[in-house]
């Protein structure tokens, strides 16, 4: 089972800022042919509106293909589908088998898992910001200091000290 999350993890792909599956991975996992999926799919495509699924253009396909070497050998006439977690959730009503429903409830528990940890970045973020309240507050009772260095660089590059010439002067 573990072994099996993985994989799904592996198979979530950001496209045009949205998680997303493509359906050979889907069709892979549902042990269904990637054609039957699609099939199933356009019979039932009132179900399945833009934010839940979508095909790549060529220029998506092509960059994704060149990421991951596992499509290199995908010699697909059409571009691909992929599933938004909504779409997702969607097939498991289009696809009527035992399968298909194990493999739904193991895909949400991983988009659940994401977003939590997504989430959970939050406190990273103020983290950060606060650090950076803290800098500028250092900075700013500091400032006559930081200040009294950059006159003296400044006075050096305006005023550099002369060099005594060494060797043989004609």
């Known amino acids: 089972m573990k072994n099996t999350r993985v994989t799904i993890k592996n198979m979530i792909y950001e496209i045009r800022g949205q998680k997303v599956m493509i ?18 799919v356009k019979r039932n495509l009132r179900r ?3 934010d839940f699924m979508f095909q790549l253009t060529g220029e998506e396909w092509k960059n994704l293909r060149s990421q991951f070497a596992i499509f290199s050998k995908d010699t697909r006439k059409y571009k691909p589908f992929v599933f938004t977690e909504h779409g997702i959730l969607m ?15 193991q895909i949400m528990k991983i988009f659940v898992n994401l977003r939590h940890y997504a989430l959970s970045q939050i406190d990273t973020h103020e983290q950060i910001a606060e650090l950076r309240k803290l800098l500028m507050l250092y900075i700013e009772k500091n400032d006559k200091r930081v200040n009294d260095i950059i006159i003296a660089l400044n006075h050096l590059i305006e005023h550099p000290k002369e060099t005594r010439k060494i060797g043989f002067n004609p």
């Open 23 to 40: 359906d050979s991975d889907l069709a892979e996992l549902y042990e269904f042919p990637t054609h039957r999926l699609n099939e199933a």
């Open 48 to 50: 399945f509106p833009s």
């Open 91 to 105: 097939l498991s009503s289009v696809l009527n088998s035992d399968k298909a429903i194990d493999v739904n409830i």
